[in-house]
């Protein structure tokens, strides 16, 4: 069974840092697309970071400059990461691991999410 497992979520005050991990686990093939997702209360599910299989990453608007996405894809880890500075109270927020994976040869490739956790910027 394939699990996308989060860590790193929290409180912190405006202006600082957190580190957001998102690890699969479980038996895989192969991995595409990683990215990272967030909805803040009263709002819809808002895409902020994406890492392709290349290492393009792309961020929105919102957090340019001031987040970070990276991947680990070695062997026996794929995990993505979130490196969140200059945080704001706007990045309150329930925040998403999303994963395209390929379980086996021959299957499509299916889009996995983390838990969610939530991350509290006090001002």
């Known amino acids: 069974q394939v699990q996308l497992v989060e860590s790193g979520g929290g409180l912190v005050q405006a202006g600082g840092s957190l580190r957001l991990s998102c690890t699969v686990s479980g038996s895989i093939f192969s991995i595409n697309g990683m990215g990272w997702y967030r909805q803040a209360p009263g709002k819809q599910r808002e895409l902020i970071a994406t890492i392709p299989s290349d290492g393009r990453t792309n961020y929105a608007d919102s957090v340019k400059g001031r987040f970070a996405i990276s991947r680990d894809n070695a062997k026996n880890t794929n995990s993505v990461y979130l490196q969140m500075n200059s945080l704001k109270p706007e990045d309150t927020a329930v925040y998403y691991c999303?994963?395209?994976?390929?379980?086996?040869?021959?299957?499509?490739?299916?889009?996995?999410w983390g838990q969610g956790m939530q991350v509290t910027v006090s001002s």
């Open positions: 999303n994963v395209a994976i390929r379980r086996t040869i021959g299957l499509a490739t299916v889009d996995y």
